[in-house]
């Protein structure tokens, strides 16, 4: 069981936009930088955020990060079909001196 | 160009220690502010982070799977090892490894194509 959680599945149309949560601790989350990752079926997982809202080189403005308290939370917006995959959010716990996954979500887009 | 690729065995026996090796290219683990991790993922499974090791040879490992599992570098290489004692079939899986920086940490941003590592009973 991930100490961070996420739903399991989202879904939403194609132009829509969609949301996923993370929900963690003051350990991690609440006091550290937060990043999600897109993982599309048999490839490694690509870096979509970090920094809870930087975006790296190439990922376009659609995806977007933000935090509140001890959650977190990925937008995604103008939603296609390309983006069907899992997302994982992650940060650093300071407790345990470690980086924490949550538990993914798929996401389809009908 | 920043590269990374595991290599290992694709098969181990229950108990037996698995080594698992990361060559990299296009940046240097000498370089402050670099990092190398190891980031698994069971078929089917979410991702689970494993261990890290910094420039300055900093260690940090997963707290469930801390007393199996070491971490080391060889600089002149350009290589990182993982070394996991006592294998049992669940730690069959997909294992990665990644770059981190400072500037993303704790994040990576460049990762390896994996490597398929099933343990058999």
């Known amino acids: 069981q991930s100490v961070l959680t996420q739903p399991p599945s989202v879904s939403a149309a194609p132009g829509q936009k969609v949301t996923i949560s993370c929900s963690g601790s003051?350990?991690?989350?609440?006091?550290?930088?937060v990043f999600w990752y897109q993982q599309l079926p048999g490839t490694a997982p690509k870096l979509l955020i970090y920094?809870?809202?930087k975006r790296p080189s190439g990922i376009p403005d659609r995806f977007s990060g933000s935090k509140s308290g001890t959650s977190a939370t990925l937008g995604i917006t103008g939603l296609q079909t390309g983006d069907e995959a899992d997302y994982y959010c992650?940060?650093?716990?300071?407790?345990?001196?470690?980086?924490?996954f949550g538990g993914g979500t798929k996401l389809t887009v009908l | 160009q920043v590269t990374l690729k595991e290599s290992g065995p694709a098969l181990v026996e229950s108990t037996q220690t698995l080594t698992l090796t990361c060559t990299f290219a296009?940046?240097?683990?000498?370089?402050?502010?670099?990092?190398v991790n190891w980031i698994r993922q069971p078929p089917g499974k979410a991702l689970e982070w494993l261990a890290r090791?910094?420039?300055?040879?900093?260690?940090f490992y997963s707290a469930s799977l801390k007393t199996r599992l070491t971490i080391s570098k060889d600089t002149s290489n350009n290589q990182v090892f993982l070394t996991i004692t006592d294998t049992d079939p669940v730690d069959t899986g997909t294992y990665y490894c990644?770059?981190?920086?400072?500037?993303?940490?704790?994040?990576?941003?460049?990762w390896g194509q994996g490597t398929l590592v099933t343990v058999s009973s």
């Open positions: 990644a770059r981190g920086t400072t500037e993303v940490t704790p994040a990576f941003d460049y």
């Open positions: 296009g940046f240097s683990l000498m370089t402050r502010g670099m990092r």
């Open positions: 090791i910094d420039w300055d040879d900093d260690k």
């Open positions: 003051s350990s991690n989350i609440g006091n550290n930088y």
């Open positions: 920094d809870i809202h």
């Open positions: 992650g940060a650093w716990d300071s407790s345990l001196s470690a980086v924490l």
